[in-house]
């Protein structure tokens, strides 16, 4: 793990168990408590038996999905057959791979059974145990992939963290695979950011004004946590902090953005020219996250999802 302080630009090489020699009694953890979904389906075209890969995006009702299809030639009306025999039937082409799909019967309690879930693609090797690409906290289903900064977590360094006067509280935002899309335009501000559904309860807004007036931080473990709580805030009335909510968020961080309530972040090492990078960069200052970058990359870090971590300070 790299600590970096924001203010004098100090970093300090250590170990992620280390972590509660940064973190203060009264300190509030906020962590994203959402669950991927085993989203990745095989199917056959009924056409011809071509095989198709469907990956689930977006839960519209029981039987509409938002999905991401491989294969050739599938444009609406087309059908497919998934494995097991369910039957779907693509009804609109959004544009690129993804696609609207209709299944015959409702996909709610049979994906554990009949999905598997989606790796990014530089995980080459299939995981024996799924549970690996699941933050021991996560219950929740919806994430198209993992609040990966979550992964270093155990459920001993929590109980340790918690006995030491440290409190967790648990928001959730569902992670779509758009968050990871590459930034492309010239202006970043033209990046189409796609929303993301979240929810901040009233009992972890009372946590985060009860923690500000002791005097303690609040720490965002991931960025989704980040643009949760900056979403809550952004809510607030001019008496609040934060402001409880449920609904989906299209906040896009850049730099120059002024956060609100996040005092301190944990997170993983982003690809480049990603919104995340682009986040991070908004947090500590682009000069000094790219020179810290240049500098795990010497240190050999590894980066992305099951890679190390920084805590930024």
Not at 32 to 41: D, T
Not at 53 to 65: G, M, N
Not at 230 to 251: D, H, M
């Amino acid at each position: 793990m790299l600590v970096l302080r924001r203010k004098s630009g100090q970093r300090v090489h250590t170990l992620f168990r280390q972590i509660g020699d940064y973190i203060n009694s009264g300190d509030l953890l906020v962590v994203n408590r959402s669950r991927v979904v085993p989203a990745r389906l095989r199917a056959k075209k009924d056409s011809d038996g071509g095989k198709v890969e469907i990956l689930l995006l977006e839960r519209i009702d029981a039987r509409r999905w938002k999905v991401l299809v491989g294969g050739k030639g599938l444009g609406a009306g087309k059908k497919v057959k998934i494995e097991n025999g369910i039957g779907g039937e693509i009804l609109e082409d959004l544009g690129g791979a993804q696609r609207l799909i209709t299944f015959d019967q409702a996909l709610d309690g049979i994906l554990n059974r009949i999905g598997q879930v989606p790796l990014p693609p530089y995980i080459r090797t299939p995981l024996k145990d799924p549970e690996r690409y699941q933050t021991v906290y996560a219950q929740e289903s919806g994430s198209a992939a993992a609040p990966t900064a979550g992964l270093h977590f155990t459920p001993q360094l929590i109980h340790q963290l918690k006995k030491r006067g440290i409190r967790f509280a648990e928001i959730i935002l569902h992670i779509g695979l758009d968050t990871f899309a590459p930034v492309t335009e010239g202006d970043p501000g033209e990046h189409p950011i796609h929303s993301e559904w979240a929810s901040l309860s009233a009992e972890v807004a009372k946590e985060i004004e009860q923690t500000r007036s002791n005097g303690g931080r609040v720490i965002a473990i991931g960025t989704s946590s980040v643009r949760a709580l900056e979403s809550a805030a952004r809510l607030a009335r001019p008496n609040q902090l934060v402001s409880p909510f449920e609904g989906r968020t299209k906040l896009f961080i850049l730099p120059g953005y002024k956060f609100r309530i996040v005092d301190a972040l944990f997170t993983n090492f982003h690809m480049p020219r990603s919104t995340l990078l682009m986040l991070v960069s908004a947090f500590a200052g682009r000069d000094l996250i790219l020179d810290t970058y240049r500098e795990a990359i010497a240190q050999k870090y590894r980066f992305y999802s099951f890679g190390d971590a920084m805590l930024i300070l």
